[in-house]
């Protein structure tokens, strides 16, 4: 086991460098010379004497090859620069825009769990009835319905038409009238994915004979759903909807601009809009890195979930 945590966790590296350097080769795949976008007025024209002394301050002017070496240098060190905006430190500003982010990513997978698992266990123990063919409805149309126009329509009807939350904004410090109508619209496709993974996972464990021996040995069949099928079927769960926590992560950058919510998916809309690179850099970067650190304790949590899962040399 200790042999595949040193492999993955050595895995991580490449794919945080190939990340790292793509999000550096924005500013060179970027169509224009930056240092001319960025000191262009609103009526055109740049002093070529300030562009000139801006490229040379910034490092523009040198080879691609020094200039990514030495942004990653610093990177590893916790600087990420300066933002060209603001004239802020990037690293402040991307942990700032973290923690809304996260309680965001934290409360859509409460409401996901609480509507998913429920619904997926009915749904197994309903089989080939109205019950199960209304939730896989139900469970088609919250992955097929985009977050935006969820929101939107949430928008309309809660917020415009009976007034009963508000219409976004982070409020005091992100309370429940403000994050309700976000998160239930990010955890809306997370709860469909989770709810027919439920039902099938349970569908599975029901046929098992397992279950049969538990009911032989006189167990009555509460104990025999819950005890048994039910543990037995949330394991692919929990790794699901660990994988669906780092997607919350990275993936409400929709849903925090239609709600104005001040988090990394806001942020980095934001930064793409003024054409501040180094914070577009820097949140692209660490976007990833949670991405793949969820993903690299969700990869080590199957053999404590499971204990017939073995990790052997050819893994």
């Known amino acids: 086991m200790s042999g595949y945590v040193l492999r993955r966790f050595l895995m991580l590296g490449p794919v945080l460098l190939f990340v790292s350097f793509l999000s550096f080769s924005i500013i060179h795949i970027t169509p224009g010379d930056p240092a001319e976008i960025l000191l262009t007025g609103p009526g055109g024209g740049a002093d070529p004497k300030a562009v000139e002394e801006f490229r040379v301050q910034m490092g523009f002017d040198r080879p691609f ?4 070496l030495n942004w990653l240098f610093r990177a590893l060190h916790g600087d990420l620069g300066y933002s060209y ?3 802020r430190p990037v690293s ?6 973290f923690w809304p982010t996260l309680k965001l990513a934290f409360v859509s997978m409460i409401f996901s769990l609480l509507i998913s698992i429920p619904a997926g266990v009915l749904a197994a123990l309903n089989h080939d009835t109205w019950i199960d063919g209304l939730s896989r409805f139900i469970s088609l149309l919250g992955v097929s319905i985009p977050n935006f126009w969820q929101g939107f ?3 309309m009807c809660f917020s415009l038409t009976f007034k009963l939350l508000p219409v976004g904004g982070y409020g005091n410090n992100g309370d429940f009238e403000h994050i309700l109508l976000p998160a239930v619209t990010l955890g809306t496709s997370s709860a469909a994915v989770t709810m027919r993974m439920m039902r099938n996972s349970m569908l599975e464990v029901l046929g098992e004979d397992y279950l049969n021996a538990a009911r032989a040995r006189g ?3 509460g104990k025999v759903l819950g005890k048994h099928a039910f543990k037995n079927a949330l394991l692919p769960v929990v790794t699901l909807a660990g994988l669906n926590f780092g997607y919350l992560l990275n993936g409400s950058v929709v849903v925090e601009t239609v709600f104005a919510w001040p988090g990394l998916g806001s942020l980095v809309v934001n930064s793409i809009y003024n054409r501040d690179f ?3 850099q820097g949140s692209l970067l660490f976007v990833a890195l949670l991405f793949v650190s969820v993903n690299f304790l969700v990869d080590l949590s199957y053999s404590y979930l499971d204990p017939r899962i073995r990790y052997d040399a050819s893994v």
């Open 278 to 280: 180094p914070l577009i």
């Open 219 to 221: 167990l009555s069949e």
């Open 85 to 87: 905006m603001s004239d």
């Open 92 to 97: 402040e500003m991307v942990y700032r825009a």
């Open 153 to 155: 329509l949430f928008l």
């Open 65 to 68: 090859h020094e200039q990514y």
